[in-house]
């Protein structure tokens, strides 16, 4: 990890990238009910804010374990949102 900056870069990008995923099928199917979708992307929204607020805690003493944490929460969350968009029916 090479700072905070980079992480936040990290978190921004995989969530937008998700959110960007979501509005392509829903272009992409029309026809069908977006409420799942809807969900997914809100999800991506607090997971956004949850992992933003960890990153910016100031009461940390361990900032390298704690910033190693938030990255694989990052990765976990956004493998479980990719799955539901794969799972969109």
Sequence with gaps: MANVRDLKKDIN??????IEAVYVWEYANTDKDTKQSEAIIDEAIN???????????KKVADKKAHF??????????????????????
Excluded: H, M, P, Y
Excluded at 13 to 18: A, P, Q
Excluded at 75 to 89: M, V, Y
């Design 68 to 89: 190693k944490a938030i990255n694989q929460e990052l990765e976990t969350k956004g493998r479980a949102l990719i799955d539901k968009i794969n799972n969109l029916s």
């Design 47 to 57: 997971t956004f804010d949850e992992l933003i607020t960890k990153v910016n805690d």
């Design 13 to 18: 990008f995989v969530l937008g990238d998700i």
